[in-house]
């Protein structure tokens, strides 16, 4: 399998789904970099990845808060989920006062709303998980998810095809 992978979403709940199966694959020290204009479902692949890790309670956009971190469930090989909303930085200076890299170097998964606006600042390694919103006919739900990993993750295409399901399918290059 190569780089990109792509999945079409018909539902908020096939979007938590497919996050799921994606954070299955994760471990301390991965970073997630969502990407997707407003409403394209960032935040519902966020509450499914980290309902995955056995995060309990509400998991919510931290557009004002910037960052929040969630304990994952027990028996779980990673301890904590980072998630944070860049959308309101204005720079890539910004971004790396949060030190979300520092905070993955120390064990953490950090899963990034507006991820395209934070990668320079987090490293070579990271997945991009690009949501585009195809409203058709009937059902402004659908959306495509496209996957794509540098770094660490360039070798891993195989194992995300294979958790999402897509192994079997012919994927686009």
């Known amino acids: 399998m190569r780089w990109p992978l792509r999945l079409t979403s018909h539902s908020p709940g096939a979007t938590r789904d497919a996050a799921a ?5 994760c471990a301390s020290g991965d970073i997630v970099l969502l990407i997707g204009d407003l409403g394209a479902g960032k935040t519902v692949f966020a509450q499914g990845f980290a309902a995955a890790l056995g995060v309990e309670g509400p998991v919510t ?5 910037l960052v929040r971190h969630y304990a994952c469930g027990t028996g779980r090989p990673v301890a904590t989920l980072i998630h944070a909303d860049v959308y309101r930085t204005g720079s890539v ?3 790396v006062e949060l030190a979300l890299a520092e ?3 120390d064990g953490a998964i950090a899963l990034v709303e507006w991820g395209d606006r934070a990668a320079p600042a987090l490293g070579d390694s990271a997945l991009e998980v690009t949501l585009t919103v195809h409203p058709t006919p009937g059902s402004i739900d659908e959306r495509t998810i496209t996957l794509s990993g540098r770094g660490t993750w360039a070798v891993r295409a195989g194992d995300v095809a294979r958790a999402l399901g897509l192994a ?3 994927m686009s290059s």
């Open 61 to 65: 956009s931290p557009t004002f808060a």
């Open 93 to 95: 200076g910004e971004v």
């Open 21 to 25: 199966r994606l954070a299955s694959l």
């Open 103 to 105: 905070m993955v170097e």
């Open 168 to 170: 079997s399918r012919t």
